[in-house]
């Protein structure tokens, strides 16, 4: 059973930065896709970034330049480093492992942006 868990959310002002963490753990393959997705209040959820274990990067144009995903393939855990963050950045991220055709979905954090 795939589990995966978010850490780093939190109460930030605009302009200050935050790390987001997700560690994925159970029956990993090795080749997969991890990322962020985020939900804004009254909004669908969107994707934020992600990254395959080949390397391979798409960012929402939204975040572009602002935001970085990385991953230690080592430890099955992906980053979302967030700076110049905004208050439209406000939301729930949730981090996704794609494999083997299933999503898998951490249970969310809470990103809250005050201008």
């Known amino acids: 059973q795939v589990q995966l868990v978010e850490s780093g959310g939190g109460l930030v002002q605009a302009g200050e930065s935050l790390r987001l963490s997700c560690a994925a753990s159970g029956s990993i393959f090795s080749r997969n896709t991890m990322g962020w997705y985020r939900r804004a209040p009254g909004k669908q959820r969107e994707l934020v970034a992600t990254?395959?274990?080949?390397?391979?990067?798409n960012y929402a144009d939204s975040v572009k330049g602002r935001f970085t995903i990385s991953r230690d393939n080592a430890k099955n855990t992906v980053y979302l480093q967030m700076n110049s963050l905004k208050s439209e950045d406000t939301a729930v991220y949730y981090c996704?492992?794609?494999?083997?055709?299933?999503?898998?979905w951490g249970q969310g954090t809470q990103v809250t942006v005050s201008s």
């Open positions: 996704n492992l794609f494999m083997l055709g299933a999503d898998y």
């Open positions: 990254l395959t274990s080949g390397g391979s990067t």
